[in-house]
């Protein structure tokens, strides 16, 4: 107030006032003490230049009457002031970073492109151009503002970057207070009618008093104390301040084209492109340094996984060193120490609470540790204290890491996560550590008293010098010292016991063995028994034996052992034992020049009565058969159950071979007669294979030979045995290569079709084909079906067979000439486990949309098994076929389970009559009328029939005059190659009779 009050003191209050400030800031630096005081020295001595500067000039145009006027010497003491009020501020920016902040000085370059070109357009230039400037002046113009706005682009950085307090404020305020005073006051000095006293002047006073105060304050040292690296990350300050200043070019150039002519176009599109570069620069780097932050996260992650999974220390030190190695830069020397203290109190610089992560110099550290660090300048010290207060709120070390400081600075923030990782993992160790501590004394104190085994400490003449108390539960009494250790044992396992204890003072060493003793009640127990020799211990001086009763436990074993090599349903031996013996008995024949053999025993209808009767009776009958098997079999012989209704017999010793068969007849007699299960007779008939050592070198082959010849006795009828021969081996390797190659040519489509025509029996001409299966086979040529369909169903390949069946057989019928009214269908065999495939239905109709064959111009031949037992979801598939528009025909009519009344039930349209009853029906009137029968059912029905196998021209006039439609047979053709079915269908068309 004095100062706008008494005007002839005016000069001497400024200067006053301007020297004022720099004395605060100097006094505030020496009383907090701030880490770097250089910069606040520098905004001191900026100050003390501003207030030079204003001093000359206010007393230079102390005139009010007089145009004001500045003196080029006192513009040069501005200037200067600029100069080393910009230094201290970046100091202040960067004095807690040892490394360059790239992203900092990009956003500072954006600020200042943005707010120089409002600068230029609307303060410099209208004022550069204004005529009548001297050169002073024009220097003026220019170099005040651009200083200005230098100025403001420090005060914005430190507000983005540093820690908001206080002084942070008030830098901001004076910094801002005189940026709007000199830019007012250039232009009052432009117009030559700007003097002291002014309004003006609060904004200098802002700078003043604000800055001074900054200083005086205690929180001033935060400015300059070492922080965390500058992140390039955007955060909301910062990108309100990069969009503001990216706006300013596009928003300049749009106030000109809305007021008239736009100038300096060029240079404000050039400022544009440098903006819009700088901005993606900043957007690039922010980008890099989320990725390294991703990075720097998952290792921090794996760290922690790695310690939850660490049991000691040293394994969580290891983690601890791999992982801050991975965070460092490839290029980056480090070196870490993770120092744990001994009393779980203090971390490396004793401290009642830990405080924050911190950079100090390697000599700051205790001399040990300095030591180690020998070399680096920066060490970050991380106090090791769990957040959780696991530690009772103190350090349980401290992770020192050395490296380059802008490097520590760096990574400043994972480090010190890290450490709390770590520290909470050493704590959950320490403290499992002092629990097991406590608990051990306390654990074996009672572990002798309170255990079931019995201690004994036994002397040289194996008298019992101590017992411990578990010794009543055992032996019905504690007191056993003064007693013989041996008086113990029953009398037949004395000897050998008085063995073990001569054993264990001679050889110093102790072994386990089982003993028999007299426990309480006279009861036999048997106990397992250890030795420990300390007969040179003082506190001991003699054997330690220690006895545990095992009575249960070697019972339960044997009881194991029996069930893990005998069948629990028969008693009988099992698999595992069974081989085991068969390997031996085959060694024993070898070397004793005998003969063993082997019966591989199958029951015949074991699966039907399991099913009729019900499981229980299939248990029994297995018992029964095991009996029986056991009765016929001599004591020392083998008789095995091997799974389900599969038993196994070992002969060992015998004769000859005319003795092992003689078993096997046995067997299969003995067990053909039905066995009585409640009121009613089982059948037990078996089929038997029968294999001995004449053929076989080992047990292995002995067992194949066995599998074989029971494979040839199934195969040849119930209630049969077959003895091995070479040449079931040489089928079976045939079998198996047919396997083998049918597996490749499903792979490889090696299979092809032949097209039989079906006819009108009456000269309607070809209505159809039916698709008949080859497989062109590499060596053995074209095979016929009944070659490798058996095989085929066996071994689930018909299901990919077919599916190729019926893509090529339809791709073909979708080629083929039709004429008006007809159009001829093609007749697909598929077998009943394909139809029963999930999703068949779907299948077949995708496969004639890809081929474009009208559903009506397929045929599916199926069999009669299929509809057989009532399956209601077959019956509703086929119906969803036949719905469709695809027709179904029964294939082999009348040569398997023929039911007339499934001919009633099912939506069927065609019967094809086996050729078994055409090829009789010229010579058999009962086949004839049999034949008509069907097909008057049939046409009573609905249902077209088609005869099969037509080889001569009497059966198809027979088969006209009973009624039967159509037919196929070697008569009209054999079956076609595809390509062979076009011009049979053209001479068909051009004259239907011809065929």
Not at 184 to 212: C, K
Not at 892 to 915: A, C, E, I, N
Not at 953 to 975: H, M, N, T, V, W
Request: charged share 20%; aromatic share 6%; glycine share 8%.
């Amino acid at each position: 107030m004095l100062y706008y009050v008494i005007r002839p003191w005016q000069v001497g209050l400024w200067a006053a006032l301007g020297l004022s400030g720099a004395a605060a800031v100097v006094y505030g630096v020496r009383r907090n003490r701030p880490r770097k005081p250089r910069p606040w020295h520098l905004l001191a001595g900026a100050l003390v230049l501003f207030a030079v500067g204003d001093f000359f000039s206010a007393v230079l145009n102390s005139d009010y009457l007089a145009p004001y006027d500045v003196p080029f010497l006192v513009d040069m003491v501005f200037l200067a002031m600029f100069v080393v009020m910009s230094a201290g501020l970046m100091g202040l920016a960067r004095s807690g970073w040892a490394m360059r902040d790239r992203a900092g000085v990009l956003d500072a370059v954006t600020l200042i492109l943005g707010l120089g070109l409002l600068a230029w357009m609307f303060i410099i230039e209208p004022r550069f151009r204004t005529p009548g400037l001297t050169a002073v002046d024009q220097i003026a113009a220019v170099a005040y503002p651009l200083a200005d706005l230098l100025l403001l682009a420090m005060v914005v950085r430190i507000v983005l970057v540093a820690r908001w307090s206080a002084p942070v404020a008030l830098l901001a305020a004076g910094g801002i207070g005189m940026f709007v005073s000199d830019n007012l006051h250039l232009f009052a000095r432009l117009d030559g009618f700007w003097h002291i006293g002014g309004s003006l002047d609060i904004g200098w006073m802002l700078l003043y008093w604000g800055w001074g105060l900054a200083a005086l304050l205690p929180s001033m040292v935060w400015l300059t104390e070492p922080r965390p690296a500058p992140t390039a990350e955007l955060s909301g300050r910062r990108v309100v301040v990069l969009g503001l200043s990216s706006f300013i070019p596009p928003m300049v150039l749009l106030f000109q084209a809305l007021r008239g002519p736009v100038r300096n176009a060029e240079g404000i599109a050039l400022l544009c492109i440098a903006m819009f570069v700088l901005v993606l620069i900043r957007l690039l780097d922010a980008m890099r340094i989320h990725r390294q932050a991703l990075t720097r996260e998952r290792m921090l992650r794996e760290a922690g996984v790695g310690m939850v999974a660490a049991t000691d220390i040293d394994q969580i030190s290891d983690v601890v060193r791999d992982t801050a190695t991975g965070l460092m830069p490839s290029h980056a020397e480090h070196r870490v120490i993770l120092a744990i203290e001994e009393n779980e109190r203090t971390a490396v610089e004793p401290q009642a609470k830990p405080g924050p992560a911190v950079l100090c110099r390697t000599g700051e550290l205790p001399p040990e540790h300095a030591q180690e660090l020998a070399g680096f300048d920066t060490v970050l010290s991380c106090p090791l204290a769990p957040a959780d207060g696991t530690s009772g709120g103190h350090s349980v070390g401290t992770l020192l890491v050395a490296a380059e400081e802008d490097v520590l600075q760096t990574l400043q923030g994972a480090l010190e996560v890290l450490a709390l990782q770590a520290a909470l993992a050493l704590s959950r160790i320490m403290l499992n550590d002092e629990v097991n501590r406590r608990d051990s004394e306390a654990y074996f104190r009672a572990l002798v008293h309170n255990t079931a085994d019995v201690i004994m400490i036994v002397g040289g003449d194996d008298e019992i010098r101590y017992c411990s108390p578990s010794a009543a539960a055992m032996f019905g009494r504690e007191a056993l010292e003064g007693n013989h250790l041996l008086d113990l044992v029953v009398p037949e396992e004395r000897e050998r016991s008085g063995g073990y204890l001569l054993r264990a003072r001679q050889e110093r060493r102790g072994e386990t063995t089982d003993w028999t003793v007299w426990g309480f009640g006279d009861r036999r127990l048997q106990v397992e028994v250890s030795s420990r020799d300390l007969r040179e211990d003082p506190a001991v001086a003699g054997l330690v034996i220690t006895l545990r009763d095992v009575t249960q436990r070697r019972r339960l074993e044997r009881e194991l052992t029996h069930r893990a090599f005998h069948d629990s349903l028969t008693g009988l031996a099992n698999r595992a034992l069974f081989i085991d013996r068969v390997t031996l008995a085959v060694d024993r024949a070898r070397r004793n020049g005998s003969i063993a053999g082997v019966l591989f025993i199958d029951l015949d209808d074991f699966k039907d009565v399991n099913d009729t009767m019900g499981h229980p009776v299939g248990d029994e009958l297995l018992t029964a058969v095991a009996e029986r098997l056991k009765g016929v079999l001599r004591p020392h012989d083998t008789a095995a159950r091997l799974g389900g209704d599969e038993f196994a017999a070992l002969i060992e010793d015998s004769t000859g071979t005319g003795a092992i068969e003689a078993v096997a007849e046995r067997v299969v007699r003995v067990l053909s007669v039905p066995v009585p299960v409640g009121d009613q007779p089982v059948p037990a008939g078996a089929s038997v294979g029968v294999a001995t050592t004449r053929h076989a070198h080992d047990g292995d082959e002995l067992l194949r030979h066995a599998d074989l010849a029971l494979y040839s006795a199934k195969g040849e009828g119930k209630g049969q045995w077959r003895r091995y021969q070479p040449a079931l081996h040489e089928a079976l390797v045939e079998r198996l290569q047919l396997k083998a190659d049918l597996d490749r040519a499903v792979a490889e489509e090696e299979f092809s079709l032949r097209f039989q025509p079906v006819v009108g029996l009456t000269g309607a001409g070809t209505v159809g084909f039916e698709a008949l299966v080859r497989w062109e086979h590499p060596s053995r040529g074209t095979l016929a079906p009944g070659e490798f369909i058996g095989l085929a169903e066996e071994s689930g390949l018909i299901v990919p067979i077919g599916t190729q069946v019926v893509r090529q057989a339809l791709a073909t019928a979708a080629r083929w000439p039709t004429r008006a009214g007809l159009s001829p269908y093609v007749s697909i065999n598929i077998s009943a486990r394909q139809f029963r495939t999930p999703g068949v239905v779907a299948d077949l109709l995708r496969e004639l949309d890809e081929a474009g064959l009208p559903a009506h111009r397929m045929m599916l031949e199926i069999v009669e098994t299929l509809l057989l037992h009532e399956d209601e979801e077959v019956w509703a598939d086929l119906a969803e076929l036949r719905e469709a528009g695809v027709r179904v025909a029964i294939d082999d009519f009348g040569t398997g389970y023929s039911s007339l009344s499934y001919l009633r039930q099912m939506s069927l349209d065609v019967v094809k009559l086996d050729k078994s009853f055409v090829g009789e029906i010229a010579v058999s009137a009962q086949q004839r009328a049999l034949v008509e029968g069907i097909v008057r059912l049939a046409n009573t029905l609905g249902l077209e029939v088609i005869a099969e196998g037509i080889e001569t021209q009497e059966q198809r006039d027979i088969l006209a005059d009973i009624g039967c439609p159509f037919g196929q047979g070697y008569l009209f053709s054999k079956p076609l190659p595809g390509g062979e079915t076009f011009p049979w269908l053209v001479d068909d068309l051009d004259d239907p009779a011809a065929h």
